[in-house]
């Protein structure tokens, strides 16, 4: 469902005037100012009036705020049935058990605000859904397309990485500069196209480092990964049937891998079931000194998100009773994680990188050996030979959509 003109319905609580608008000065006035109620477009503060709102709504009617994600909304009945409600702005997903409280919430959110009924998820904030009998697909085909016009780039030739093996990116290069505003557009449009496509996670992660002073280098890299949309532009991911709801993920990190300041990058996905459905790559906020300090950080941000999954997962009624395993390639990393007594190799690390100790301890985490060739994380932290790319690419279940 959509709500029509979201941003009106907000109350202010600040005292806000505006001048009278043209064609509705009131004669004899003209020197007076209106006093403004509710929000309009275009003010500072519109989107939290219209949010308190909302919010304000749901919660007098029944629904309780998930404390772990404030967009999320769970209700439920005496019979068992429950519904979940997850909103963006002014759009709303919801899903649940029982369809007559699906078209009360429909009648009711209809007396209160003036909406607009789209009925199943075909299309949401750009995200292509295609739902069948054996699965959910995920793509964001239409607007990869306005991305390689948009850039003159439709007829380009295409390549099948995103990256080719051996780049290396610094912000000293020597090149020719470009115009930054152009690069920041690209660069832009490439990461919303990582909601569905996590194989141009490196990539796009990459040539996001150098908005600041772009080069010719720099745009040739990123242009690159627009050549690898153009063969690839149906791509997206698919979720299947399943009944395995067991949450696991992966974290990896490449030591040193930044030419400028020798930061690492820390890479993290989780699965459900067969397929991917959340992914990280970001640098560090740290130089580390070795291969298992680099792997240890990175695993102590992926345990935090492991937590927050978890707390996640309970509100939208699947429970995680085992301990959530993370797959680590590095054993001096998961020796640090499990063993305390690792002091003069892990005393110079910040505290807080430590917490993930705690979370083994408490079984919320179990950390375990992957080989390297197994690490289906390895896809976010450097440039790969096609065949393994392509590998772990369908490993992580983006695929063609006729494929589905």
């Excluded at 509710?38 to 500072?44: D, V």
């Excluded at 909406?115 to 607007?143: P, R």
């Excluded at 002073?213 to 149906?234: E, F």
């Excluded at 197994?374 to 392509?390: G, M, N, P, V």
Aim: hydrophobic share 35%; charged share 25%.
């Amino acid at each position: 469902m959509d709500v029509k003109s979201a941003f009106l319905n907000g109350y202010l609580e600040e005292e806000l005037y505006v001048q009278q608008p043209l064609g509705y000065v009131v004669k004899g006035h003209e020197d007076k100012v209106l006093k403004l109620k509710k929000a309009l477009y275009g003010l500072k503060q519109a989107p939290r009036a219209w949010y308190s709102c909302i919010d304000k709504y749901f919660q007098d009617h029944g629904f309780t705020k998930c404390p772990h994600e404030h967009a999320l909304y769970v209700k439920e009945d005496k019979t068992g049935g429950f519904m979940l409600v997850c909103l963006y702005v002014d759009d709303l997903i919801f899903i649940g058990n029982n369809a007559n409280m699906f078209e009360e919430f429909k009648k009711a959110m209809t007396q209160e605000f003036e909406m607009t009924d789209i009925g199943l998820m075909s299309y949401y904030l750009g995200i292509e859904v295609k739902q069948n009998e054996d699965g959910i697909f995920i793509s964001q085909e239409a607007y990869a397309k306005k991305v390689l016009e948009k850039f003159e780039m439709e007829n380009c030739k295409s390549v099948s990485t995103p990256i080719g093996c051996g780049t290396r990116l610094s912000k000293y290069d020597e090149s020719t500069k470009v115009d930054p505003s152009l690069y920041r557009s690209l660069v832009g449009n490439l990461r919303y196209l990582t909601c569905t496509r996590p194989d141009i996670l490196y990539g796009v992660g990459l040539v996001s480092r150098y908005m600041e002073a772009p080069t010719s280098t720099h745009m040739k890299v990123a242009k690159r990964v627009l050549r690898y949309i153009k063969s690839t532009v149906d791509y997206g991911l698919t979720y299947s049937f399943s009944t395995n709801f067991q949450l696991y993920g992966y974290s990896d990190s490449d030591w040193g891998g930044d030419v400028d300041d020798q930061k690492s990058t820390t890479d993290f996905l989780f699965f459900l079931g067969d397929t991917a459905f959340t992914w990280c790559s970001k640098k560090q906020p740290i130089v580390t000194l070795s291969t298992c300090e680099a792997e240890f950080v990175s695993a102590a941000s992926c345990v935090c998100h492991a937590i927050w999954l978890r707390k996640l997962l309970e509100m939208l009624r699947i429970p995680q009773d085992e301990a959530t395993t993370i797959y680590i390639d590095n054993k001096s990393a998961i020796a640090l994680g499990k063993n305390p007594m690792f002091h003069d190799r892990s005393k110079h690390i910040d505290t807080r990188y430590h917490f993930i100790r705690e979370c083994v301890e408490r079984k919320d985490v179990k950390l375990a050996y992957v080989k390297t060739n197994d690490q289906i994380a390895d896809i976010f932290t450097k440039a790969l030979k096609f065949e393994d790319f392509a590998r772990l690419r369908a490993w992580i279940g983006v695929t063609r959509g006729d494929q589905v």
